[in-house]
């Protein structure tokens, strides 16, 4: 399994954390600590493949956390 593919593994796993904790009606606080972690996963993932989609969902993942901060976040 080369780099990318460890990668995007990690992306996909999180994916997974993420709709369960959806699932469960976790805490808002909680899916989005692991909606930032993912941004910075799939921000690997894209840089690694180069592909402009993929870079073009990770700049809009940024700019959706951006504006979440801005309106004081889910805690």
């Known amino acids: ?3 990318g593919d460890r990668v995007l593994h ?6 997974e954390r993420i709709e369960a904790l959806d699932r469960a009606l976790s805490p808002p606080g909680e ?3 692991e909606l930032r972690l993912l941004v910075g996963e799939a921000e690997e ?3 690694l ?3 402009r ?4 969902a990770v700049e ?7 504006l979440r901060g801005k309106a004081g976040g889910m805690n």
């Open 10 to 15: 990690r992306v996909m796993q999180r994916l």
């Open 45 to 47: 993932w894209a840089g």
């Open 49 to 51: 493949e180069g592909d």
């Open 31 to 33: 899916l989005l600590a």
């Open 1 to 3: 399994m080369d780099v």
């Open 60 to 66: 809009q993942l940024r700019a959706v956390d951006k």
């Open 53 to 56: 989609r993929a870079i073009d």
